[in-house]
Nanobody
């Protein structure tokens, strides 16, 4: 049974930092490209960062230079380090394969507000 469990969200002031973590189980993690996605209220879910099975990374223009995605194949985890956070980064953050192959987890809420 596939499980994607996100954690690490919270309330942070503009300019602050957070690190999100996603633990995957039930999949052959190391063969998949993984992505972090987010969905803000009233908006469609969007891909913000991805990392290939070989470690190559890509970022949405809106987060480039501020977010860093990484993976640990030994632990089946993918992390998202978020720096210089802005109110526009407020959203529920999810991880999944890229392209999306599995049911979404519960996500983790990130709120950037003063």
């Amino acid at each position: 049974q596939v499980q994607l469990v996100e954690s690490g969200g919270g309330l942070v002031q503009p300019g602050g930092s957070l690190t999100l973590s996603c633990a995957a189980s039930g999949i052959w993690f190391r063969i998949y490209a993984m992505g972090w996605y987010r969905q803000a209220p009233g908006k469609a879910r969007e891909l913000v960062a991805s990392i290939s099975s070989g470690g190559g990374t890509n970022y949405a223009d809106s987060v480039k230079g501020r977010f860093t995605i990484s993976r640990d194949d030994a632990k089946n985890t993918v992390n998202l380090q978020m720096n210089s956070l802005k109110p526009d980064d407020t959203a529920v953050y999810y991880c999944n394969t890229k392209p999306v192959a599995y049911a979404w987890g519960q996500g983790t809420q990130v709120t950037v507000s003063s």
